[in-house]
Structure formats: C-alpha cells, structure tokens
C-alpha cells in the first residue's frame, strides 16, 4: 500500500511539473492559445499528423498511434543527448525527422519531461526566460548509451513515415487523385447511374489499380 501511494504521489508530481512547463510555453510564440500546436491530445502516442492537401503537411492521418510504450520518453531523452534543447525545440525536431508530416503536442512532451527531470535523466540549464533548455544529465547519458539501438530505431521509423509522406504527396499523383475523385463524384451524382454503370466504373478502378501495382 505505502508504495502504491509513493507512486501514485510521483505521477502526479510529475503531472504537476509538466503542467508548469506547458504553461511556460504556452504563453507566446507557437504555443499561444491558437497557435500551430495549440491543441493538446492524451496520450504520449498522439499528436499533430498534419494532411496533405489541407492544413500542414503529411498522409498519416489524424490521431493514429505514433509511439508505442515509453517510445516518447526515449526519444526526447536521445534528442536532448545531442544537443541540451527546450520543449518547442522538441517538438520542431521530430516534427523535422517525419519530413513535417506529424508533430508531438506539447500536452503529452511537457508532461515526459517533468517525468524524465524527475527520474535524474535530464535538468533544466541556468537561463534567462521562461523558456529553459534541458541537458542530459551523467544518468541521462548512461540511460541513452544503454538504449541507444532502440532510440535510433525510433528515430529511424519516424524518418520512414516521413519519407513515405513525401512519396505520396508527388505533385502528379495527387493531381490524378483530385481528377479522379472529381469524375467519381461527377458521375456518381449524374442522371443516368445505375448498378450496370456502378459494375463498369469498379472494372476500371480495379484494372487501374492492378496496372498501378505492376508499375
């Protein structure tokens, strides 16, 4: 019982430590009340996953799964071993690792930050302003040199998923697919549709498709 509630009072130390953090940098810049990050999401697998086509940049879709368990945490912790940086830095930096398709909010990176400043693993730098830097501290470096081969492939996915985004987002290929979904559209509403016209409209799709495959 006793250490249930010494977790329980870290958590939620933590949790306060984070909402300090995010209220620092919500004040200003690009966390203000509607600024480009402005909206935090739970959990530490969500974030901005910004559509191609609309606002932002990338294909991954809003609010799918991002990081698995403690996936995050190990991930900020690598970022900061390289370099000491603050929380927009954070997020600017993953955000450039996907090719700008998705970007943590800071909901959920403030929160591991208090987290991990609470383990020893980081700490705030001396500073003026609100905005602080975190290095790695002598454990910090430890915990990274000891999950060093699951940071890089971390880091490695979201490079992926980003390269993936770009591909998609070829300048003629999404061309073709406002032209295509446009004549869909167009036919689907015109007078004359039926199930024979429905049949032929799928048979070209599915030959397109099998064409596109063999590419």
């Known amino acids: 019982m006793f250490g249930h509630n010494k977790g329980a009072r870290h ?4 949790m306060r430590r984070g909402a300090r953090m995010m209220a620092k940098g919500l004040g200003r810049g690009p966390f203000g009340r509607r600024g480009r990050f402005a909206d935090a999401v739970d959990g530490e697998e969500h974030g901005h996953h910004h559509g191609r086509g609309g606002h932002g940049r990338g294909g991954m879709g809003r609010g799918r799964r ?13 970022l900061i071993g390289e370099a000491p940086r603050h929380g927009y830095d954070l997020i600017r930096a993953i955000e450039g690792l996907t090719g700008g398709a998705y ?13 991990l400043v609470d383990e020893g693993l980081i700490a705030e730098e001396p500073g003026e302003g609100s905005r602080r830097a975190f290095a790695a501290t002598a454990a910090g470096q430890a915990e990274i040199a000891k999950e060093a081969a699951t940071i890089e492939a971390i880091m490695a996915r979201l490079r992926s998923q980003g390269e993936a985004s770009e591909r998609e987002a ?16 167009s036919r689907v509403f015109a007078a004359v549709f039926n199930e024979q016209v429905a049949h032929q409209i799928a048979d070209i799709l599915d030959e397109a498709a099998r064409q596109i495959e063999r590419v």
Request: glycine fraction near 8%; proline fraction near 9%; avoid cysteine.
């Open 103 to 115: 970007a943590p909010s800071p909901g959920v990176v403030y929160p591991t930050l208090a987290l």
């Open 11 to 14: 958590a939620a130390k933590a």
């Open 170 to 185: 070829s300048p003629s290929i999404m061309r073709a697919m406002a032209n295509l979904k446009l004549a869909l559209r």
């Open 66 to 78: 991002m990081f698995g368990q403690g996936e995050l945490r190990l991930l900020l912790l690598g």
